[in-house]
């Protein structure tokens, strides 16, 4: 019964080609109009959402606390073996901060404080020190221009420089000082220094200056203007010091779309060259290569246009769905025009009786197109069928995920999937026969080629080879097979899981890239090697440089207060928590607002006195009592750091709160800015669980980085879940399949073994070669299901209809290996030599999806030219069919 169906549907294919092929292209016309019409979006690399305690945490906090709106890039200027901290270097960073607020493009994203460095801190000391000479009265203290600090500067020598340096930096006055931020009025000189900086040193080999710019990009866009800014003073950077480096997210982006762009001027010629001679060696033909890219093309439109219509955000998990349908392209068309081939050639049944006259014959008394066609496309029709169900319902399993990024991932591969049956079972066919008709009939030239693999031949003796082997050593292959998953399954349990947005950045291009012409010749990247040194050497700033710890409860209780207070003590160096430089976790909080503020004010050291029972400056009875007194005092600095829910707004108010007005307090932790997700989550949760001690409050672990983390574990473990549905649903569709048409319930079993060997192989390699399984690779490896299931069916099916033709299990196996693996061939090496080349990429993310998705469409096809025929010929033996 399938057979009258697929012999009916080619029929009617090829019988109504040109309305097929109309219809088609309209069709394509309407569904890539939402390319135009509809807005996806940008979702950015990892930027999903999803529902959990540290989630709600951040939401609360930014509804309380408020954020801060400023975009923070930060400068950092290094004399390796020297001395960054001279009179000289220092009136460089003066003088570019002059040349950039004199550019009226440049200073309009600014905000008001602008740099603040350490050239910053010392010109500002010079200043008041001259004030405070030339002053008959009380001096003035208002704070000095950029103009007053350089030329403040330039008056004074290399010695008089030092001396402000070591009363700035002198470790007594520091005490005082520890938790303030960079932006206030008086800011800590030790927060522009490395972690290594030794305190009251005047010479350090490098010092960082921030840049605050104003954040006009709205709450979902890009602040464009600031990034593109970023990117012009970086330039100057580079133009005035001899070593230093601009690091934002402007400049990151810059970098990084640079290097996408250059690493496809590479590529592209590479990728294309080999994957047109893979097609060119397989098909022997331009007209049918040709054809081929009209279904490509036709596969694209509907992948733009279904997103457009469906509004879906471009996200890092979308980067693999045009690279799968690529490859079930190239697979299904070298499958389609293989089985046409053969059916002109006479190599498959049916070609000369279902022959047409006329213009269906071809010259040289061949099947003609039309005939050729209606039994090819009827061979594999069931095939293309089954493989495009089994894999769109496959991944379409991923939309019981709870992340959106996930569902929009398995609704656009399963339309793609879709959209790849439609271009090659439905149009390509009903396209070739009018083409090659056309050329045949007007032109004469004749169109029955010879199908790949089918003559004497390099790629013919190499398959023939292959089928010799499930014949002789059949449960040795199966044995190996097994051997090779259980090793990699096994390697898969210690590969690493966590996700590193540095990861990301682009590295610089080998030496043979840079001798390359000059049209071709990539740029210098450094960016990788910055965010490292970056990481390495200083508490960063901006977005990923903190975490946040959320402390709900009694915050008023004085043991509670102590335990905010020790929350640090037990970071190491080994964390990826920043260390300052006299040793101290790096974090703010309500212990650093109140020894920084009473150091400052009177009013503020009163009243801690009274309070303080044990000399740790921090009040140990009335502690809200002391808070409604340090909102009367500093109500911006407290207001970072407790949160007072009595109707008063906390920056500003005065009023008297009391202990129920003060709801929560928060501590801000400065982590490394290269460190992984998962190392930040854990080292922040460690220091909330000691906050938790306290009975009166609870903590909880947030931020960006953990949110990051949070995300990334619950996207892995989507993935993984969404693996083990996908191959269960493929085996009851694969097992359903087998019954309707076969009447065999083991064959879907047999079918799917060599994917799942082939994907446990991929993760045993990911292992060996230390690549990461994450968000990003885990979504890649779903190529290896896709292109396995549909590699295996193919073989699985052609298996069956030979056996049923031949009178030996030997004849049949040589028949499927090298008929339906000749085009498995031209896939598999076409797909892999075209993306696996993305390995030579300069950026990290697309090396490794080159090399992933290489390793990924190797292992399928071997496992499904291989370990396949095998189990099929120890089913034939175990079911007593074959000697």
């Known amino acids: 019964m399938s057979g009258d169906i697929a012999d009916r549907y080619a029929d009617w294919i090829v019988s109504n080609g040109r309305l097929v092929v109309v219809l088609v292209f309209l069709l394509t016309a309407v569904v890539a109009a939402g390319a135009a019409i509809g807005d996806p979006g940008d979702g950015g690399i990892g930027q999903f959402e999803t529902d959990s305690e540290?989630?709600?945490?951040?939401?609360?906090?930014?509804?309380?606390?408020?954020?801060?709106?400023?975009?923070?890039?930060?400068?950092?200027?290094?004399?390796?073996?020297?001395?960054?901290?001279?009179?000289?270097?220092?009136?460089?960073?003066?003088?570019?901060?002059?040349?950039?607020?004199?550019?009226?493009?440049?200073?309009?994203?600014?905000?008001?404080?602008?740099?603040?460095?350490?050239?910053?801190?010392?010109?500002?000391?010079?200043?008041?020190?001259?004030?405070?000479?030339?002053?008959?009265?009380?001096?003035?203290?208002?704070?000095?221009?950029?103009?007053?600090?350089?030329?403040?500067?330039?008056?004074?020598?290399?010695?008089?420089?030092?001396?402000?340096?070591?009363?700035?930096?002198?470790?007594?006055?520091?005490?005082?000082?520890?938790?303030?931020?960079?932006?206030?009025?008086?800011?800590?000189?030790?927060?522009f220094l490395p972690t290594d900086y030794e305190p009251g040193a005047t010479d350090a080999d490098a010092r960082i200056t921030l840049l605050f710019q104003v954040d006009d990009g709205g709450p979902d866009e890009e602040p464009r203007a600031a990034y593109d800014a970023q990117v012009e003073i970086a330039e100057q950077v580079d133009e005035r010091f001899e070593d230093a480096f601009l690091f934002g997210e402007g400049v990151t982006d810059d970098a990084s779309s640079n290097a996408v762009g250059d690493s496809f001027v590479i590529i592209t010629p590479v990728a294309l060259v080999l994957v047109l001679g893979v097609l060119a060696f397989t098909y022997r033909d331009v007209v049918d290569i040709l054809l081929a890219l009209v279904g490509i093309g036709v596969v694209m439109a509907w992948l733009a246009g279904v997103q457009?219509?469906?509004?879906?955000?471009?996200?890092?998990?979308?980067?693999?769905?045009?690279?799968?349908?690529?490859?079930?392209?190239?697979?299904?068309?070298?499958?389609?025009?293989?089985?046409?081939?053969?059916?002109?050639?006479?190599?498959?049944e049916g070609g000369e009786t279902s022959e047409r006259p006329a213009s269906g014959t071809a010259a040289g008394g061949a099947v003609g197109s039309r005939a050729g066609m209606t039994v090819g496309l009827a061979g594999v029709s069931?095939?293309?069928?089954?493989?495009?169900?089994?894999?769109?319902?496959?991944?379409?399993?991923?939309?019981?995920?709870?992340?959106?990024?996930?569902?929009?991932?398995?609704?656009?591969?399963?339309?793609?999937?879709?959209?790849?049956?439609?271009?090659?079972?439905?149009?390509?066919?009903?396209?070739?026969?009018?083409?090659?008709?056309?050329?045949e009939s007007r032109f004469g030239r004749n169109r029955a080629k010879r199908p790949f693999g089918s003559k004497?031949?390099?790629?013919?003796?190499?398959?023939?080879?292959?089928?010799?082997?499930?014949?002789?050593?059949?449960?040795?292959?199966?044995?190996?097979?097994?051997?090779?998953?259980?090793?990699?399954?096994?390697?898969?349990?210690?590969?690493?899981?966590?996700?590193?947005?540095?990861?990301?950045?682009?590295?610089?291009?080998?030496?043979?890239?840079?001798?390359?012409?000059?049209?071709?010749?990539?740029?210098?990247?450094?960016?990788?090697?910055?965010?490292?040194?970056?990481?390495?050497?200083?508490a960063e700033r901006g977005e990923g440089s903190q975490s946040q710890i959320l402390i709900r409860g009694d915050v008023t209780d004085p043991d509670a207060l102590a335990a905010m207070a020790e929350a640090g003590s037990?970071?190491?160096?080994?964390?990826?928590?920043?260390?300052?430089?006299?040793?101290?976790a790096a974090i703010e909080g309500p212990s650093t607002v109140i020894r920084e503020v009473s150091d400052d004010n009177e009013t503020v050291a009163a009243a801690l006195e009274e309070r303080d029972t044990d000399g740790d400056d921090l009040p140990d009875e009335d502690v809200a009592g002391f808070y409604d007194v340090l909102f009367d005092v500093a109500p911006d600095r407290a207001g970072e750091v407790l949160y007072r829910a009595d109707g008063v707004e906390n920056a500003t108010g005065t009023a008297d709160g009391g202990a129920d007005s003060y709801s929560s307090a928060r501590l801000l932790v400065s982590v490394q800015g290269d460190a992984p997700a998962q190392s930040i989550a854990d080292d922040s949760r460690d220091i909330?669980?000691?906050?938790?001690?306290?009975?009166?409050?609870?903590?909880?672990?947030?931020?960006?980085?953990?949110?990051?983390?949070?995300?990334?574990?619950?996207l892995l473990e989507t993935l993984v879940e969404a693996f083990v549905i996908t191959l269960a649903v493929i085996?009851?569709?694969?097992?359903?399949?087998?019954?309707?048409?076969?009447?065999?319930?083991?064959?879907?079993?047999?079918?799917?073994?060599?994917?799942?060997?082939?994907?446990?192989?991929?993760?045993?390699?990911?292992?060996?070669?230390?690549?990461?399984?994450?968000?990003?690779?885990?979504?890649?490896?779903?190529?290896?299901?896709g292109l396995g299931?549909?590699?295996?069916?193919?073989?699985?099916?052609?298996?069956?209809?030979?056996?049923?033709?031949?009178?030996?299990?030997?004849?049949?196996?040589?028949?499927?290996?090298?008929?339906?693996?000749?085009?498995?061939?031209?896939?598999?090496?076409?797909?892999?030599?075209?993306?696996?080349?993305?390995?030579?990429?300069l950026a990290p993310s697309l090396q490794r999806f080159g090399l992933v998705t290489g390793l990924s469409i190797v292992f399928a096809f071997v496992a499904c030219l291989t370990v396949l025929p095998c189990l099929l010929a120890l089913r034939e033996r175990l079911l007593g069919r074959a000697p």
Do not use: C
């Open 54 to 191: 540290e989630n709600g945490a951040l939401k609360e906090i930014e509804s309380t606390y408020g954020t801060d709106d400023a975009v923070v890039a930060q400068l950092v200027v290094r004399d390796e073996g020297g001395d960054a901290l001279t009179r000289d270097s220092l009136l460089e960073g003066l003088r570019l901060q002059q040349d950039v607020r004199e550019d009226e493009e440049l200073n309009a994203t600014l905000e008001e404080q602008g740099f603040v460095g350490l050239e910053n801190v010392i010109g500002t000391a010079a200043v008041f020190e001259d004030r405070a000479a030339e002053a008959d009265g009380p001096p003035d203290t208002s704070e000095p221009t950029l103009e007053e600090q350089l030329t403040a500067l330039e008056s004074r020598s290399d010695e008089e420089v030092e001396a402000l340096l070591a009363d700035a930096l002198d470790p007594e006055r520091d005490a005082g000082r520890q938790g303030q931020s960079a932006g206030s009025e008086e800011a800590d000189p030790y927060e």
């Open 308 to 348: 457009g219509w469906l509004e879906i955000p471009f996200s890092q998990l979308l980067i693999a769905v045009p690279f799968l349908l690529i490859g079930l392209s190239i697979d299904y068309a070298l499958h389609v025009v293989m089985r046409y081939r053969e059916a002109r050639a006479g190599v498959i």
């Open 382 to 439: 069931l095939a293309l069928g089954a493989a495009t169900v089994s894999t769109g319902v496959g991944f379409l399993s991923n939309v019981v995920s709870p992340l959106g990024a996930v569902r929009d991932f398995a609704v656009l591969s399963a339309s793609g999937i879709l959209a790849t049956f439609v271009a090659f079972a439905v149009l390509v066919p009903a396209l070739k026969v009018e083409v090659d008709e056309l050329l």
């Open 456 to 538: 004497t031949g390099l790629s013919n003796r190499v398959l023939s080879r292959v089928a010799a082997v499930p014949r002789r050593a059949s449960l040795a292959v199966v044995l190996v097979a097994l051997l090779l998953a259980g090793a990699g399954a096994y390697g898969a349990t210690g590969i690493d899981t966590e996700f590193n947005q540095a990861d990301f950045l682009p590295e610089d291009a080998p030496d043979w890239a840079k001798s390359l012409p000059e049209p071709l010749a990539p740029d210098t990247y450094t960016i990788s090697d910055d965010a490292a040194y970056l990481g390495e050497n200083f």
């Open 570 to 584: 037990g970071v190491s160096e080994d964390d990826a928590i920043v260390l300052r430089p006299d040793g101290e």
């Open 688 to 714: 909330a669980a000691m906050v938790d001690d306290a009975p009166s409050v609870s903590a909880v672990a947030t931020g960006g980085p953990v949110i990051t983390a949070v995300v990334q574990d619950a």
């Open 731 to 785: 085996l009851v569709f694969l097992t359903a399949f087998y019954w309707i048409r076969h009447r065999s319930l083991s064959l879907g079993a047999v079918t799917l073994a060599p994917v799942v060997a082939a994907l446990a192989w991929l993760l045993g390699t990911m292992a060996l070669l230390d690549l990461p399984f994450n968000s990003e690779t885990a979504v890649i490896t779903t190529l290896a299901i």
């Open 789 to 841: 299931v549909d590699y295996s069916i193919h073989v699985g099916e052609r298996f069956v209809a030979e056996r049923n033709e031949r009178k030996s299990l030997e004849d049949a196996l040589t028949a499927t290996i090298t008929g339906t693996g000749g085009a498995l061939l031209g896939s598999a090496a076409t797909t892999a030599a075209g993306f696996g080349v993305l390995a030579l990429a």
